[in-house]
């Protein structure tokens, strides 16, 4: 049994059940060229994250605890993006376009593959989403219940978009769900604050928070 000090309660469940999930850590939202900055953002905030997380993984890693990356990104006939999400934005370039990473986007394209820095090893699972949410059009529920796995920690970009979206998911399927603090982000300050805020209300309407240091301290304390 793990016990991870969080507020506004502990996170509590043995190793196996629980999963780091590492939401969108994708170029093309952490390089310059990619869908972020096209969009008019700032990549270097999101930047910040990388050293943080990736400690966070290696001890992941080295206790052979369950590791999943999601990645945002659309087939190459754009069959499975709606037009509610095609429109969206005034940016320099539309889902799909050519971009400086290649297709904006797309699956299989330079700026849909995870940052170099966190690469996944072999072994490690990868799932494509055509969301914002990881659970839509995916098979991250049967993956996550074939592993037995009840409990998510929750890492990764952006704070108020991607990965709040797939907790309040995950929340709504009966997942007890943490957030790392230091290892999720938002292009804009004020909406990572706001959304931590709103994940822990009344009492952890979506779900606790804590941090790397924390984590990394119970994984590495833990009764055995
Ligand atoms: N991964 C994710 O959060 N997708 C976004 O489009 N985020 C923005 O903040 N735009």
Redesign the pocket.
């Known amino acids: 049994m793990i016990s991870i000090p969080a507020r506004p309660f502990n996170f509590e469940a043995p190793l196996s059940q629980i999963a780091l999930i590492v ?2 850590m994708q170029r093309d ?1 952490l390089e310059v060229g990619g ?2 900055s096209s ?1 008019g ?1 700032d990549v270097e905030r999101l930047r910040s994250i990388i050293p943080s997380l990736l400690s966070l993984i290696n001890t992941f890693r080295k206790y052979n605890a369950k590791i999943i990356y999601l990645k ?1 990104g659309h087939k190459p006939d754009l069959s499975d993006c709606p037009n509610s999400k095609f429109r969206r934005g005034e940016n320099e370039y539309k889902i799909g376009d050519l971009g400086p990473l290649g297709r904006i986007l797309i699956n299989g394209e330079p700026g849909n593959q995870i940052i170099p820095e966190l690469s996944p090893k072999i072994g490690e699972i990868i799932i494509e989403k055509p969301g ?1 949410g990881g659970f839509y059009k995916t098979n991250l529920n049967e993956q996550l219940e074939s592993l037995k796995i009840s409990h998510l920690i929750f890492s ?3 704070t ?4 709040q979206s797939t907790m309040r998911e995950a929340m709504d399927r009966g997942y007890e769900t943490l957030i790392v603090e230091d290892a999720t982000e ?2 804009f300050a004020q909406f990572k604050k706001s959304t931590l805020e709103m994940i822990i209300s009344q009492g952890g309407i979506v779900g606790c928070i804590s941090n790397v240091a924390t984590i990394m301290n119970s994984l590495e304390t833990r009764p055995i």
């Open positions: 939401v969108d939202f869908f972020g969009l953002n945002e914002k990764g970009v952006t108020e978009v991607c990965v938002s292009y």
